[in-house]
Antibody, heavy 123, light 106 residues
């Protein structure tokens, strides 16, 4: 079964750090671009970061640039999000999502999503 | 950053057609993706590259994209289609999501 499972969420203080993980299974992880998307309570979806299959291309939303860092370990089928200098507005469910692998298309839709992990930033 | 605007809500009777719009500058020149999100669940891709349905998505879902507006159409809407819908596009090194549309079937 194709699956993404996030972990690492929890309570963090403003200015603190958290590291999220996403374990992939059931597909060739190293072939796919991966993404992080978040959703604040009662709010819409917000894209956070994207990393290409070989980690050569990395992108961030302006709201997290300079504070968050995405990485991946293809040998262990894992995606990570290091979150530093956390703010109250970073409180959200964080989803990892797989990008479609479509020939001749650089940025495509997200066909597989994890169940999400909740990050709460509060003192 | 690129902005995608959707109507906050759409109400449709069972069996009728629901149309959800997504507006953005020159959106017709980009690929648009659509997601369905039911309460308490993760999003599900229902349309990609404007008008392609992933496997498992019913034929009653269709998409179009031209000018500044993309549209997701649900024909013969069923009660199971009641959910929040988001559009998405890639612009200048970032993905943008639309503001979301709550589809109510009653």
């Amino acid at each position: 079964e194709v699956q993404l499972v996030e972990s690492g969420g929890g309570l963090a203080q403003p200015g603190g750090s958290l590291r999220l993980s996403c374990a992939a299974s059931g597909f060739s992880f190293s072939k796919y671009n991966m993404n992080w998307v978040r959703q604040a309570p009662g709010r819409g979806l917000e894209w956070v970061s994207s990393i290409s299959s070989g980690s050569s291309h990395i992108y961030y939303a302006d709201s997290v640039k300079g504070r968050f860092a995405v990485s991946r370990d293809n040998a262990n089928n894992s995606l990570f999000l290091q979150m530093n200098s956390l703010r109250a507005e970073d409180t959200a469910i964080y989803y990892c999502a797989r990008e479609l692998d479509t020939p001749m298309v650089t940025h495509d839709g997200f066909d597989i999503w994890g169940q999400g992990t909740l990050v709460t930033v509060s003192s | 950053s690129y902005e995608l605007t959707q109507p906050p809500s759409v109400t449709v009777s069972p069996g009728q057609t629901a149309s959800i719009t997504c507006s953005g500058n020159n959106l017709g020149n980009k690929h648009v993706f659509w997601y369905q999100q039911r309460p308490g669940q993760s999003p599900v891709l229902v349309m990609y590259q404007d008008k392609k349905r992933p496997s498992g998505i019913p034929e009653r879902f269709s998409g179009s994209n031209s000018g500044n507006t993309a549209t997701l159409t649900i024909s013969g809407t069923q009660t199971v289609d009641e959910a929040e819908y988001y559009c998405q596009a890639w612009d200048r090194s970032a993905y943008a999501f639309g503001t979301g549309t709550k589809v109510t079937v009653l």
